[in-house]
């Protein structure tokens, strides 16, 4: 195990008071549920956002991952005003026609379900590895989230992809079907597509936008390292 991994979950065992972890069905995602359930140890809660987008395939790898762990992924869902007002406003496709609309469209459908889900936690954990982009480029194990007024662990900070699917081959984890199909990084259907070869690992979600602008809020720089 990497040190900054061991540092990660050893810093985690430390907190009082319940944690969750951010589930996006990603292979990082599996690993670090694996991670917990081996060295964690106590109880934690795992939470995805339905934001009603989602690939079909990713519904299905949803109810194997529970299947397979033996657990249920907490689900989170837009607020139906909220999601009634996007669309009749934006339409289908509007989150493409300006960075407005599609961090709009990521404020209902993501940002203010993830509130609801952090709501009386002491911290979460992410799957998030500094090799995905450059927006995740200076990421830390542990960090202070300033958006969300908690501690956030990022146990794969300092892993690459290999490592990543190395382990899921190594323990037998499932793995998400679109993976086979050259997607790197899976989120909703409409705002994310396969990679050519030579693409860096997140250049298919909002590939129309520039690089320093594609994360969708969950994530952003406002953090505080702490390690």
Known sequence: ????????????CEVKGLITLAFSHQAEDVVVLDLLLKHYPRSFEVF????????????AFHEEVERFFNLTIQKYHPSPKAL???????????MRESLENRHRC?????IEPLKEALKGKSAWV?????EQS???????????????????F??????SETEVFEYIKEHALPLHPLYTEGYRSIGCSP?????????????GRWWWENPEHKECGLHLKGAQWTS
């Open 1 to 12: 195990m990497r040190d900054a991994t061991k540092e990660s979950l050893e810093r985690l």
């Open 48 to 59: 995805t956002l339905e934001t009603g987008k989602l690939f079909t395939q990713t519904l």
């Open 154 to 159: 990022n146990p794969l900070s300092t892993w």
């Open 134 to 152: 450059i927006t995740r480029a200076e990421l830390k194990s542990v960090e202070f989230d300033e958006t969300f007024d908690l501690l956030k």
């Open 126 to 130: 992410t799957g998030l590895r500094a």
């Open 191 to 203: 705002c994310t597509r396969a990679i050519e070869a030579g693409e860096e690992l997140r250049a």
């Open 84 to 94: 009634l007002e996007l669309e009749r406003e934006l339409g289908e496709w509007g």
């Open 106 to 110: 990521c404020r209902v459908r993501k």
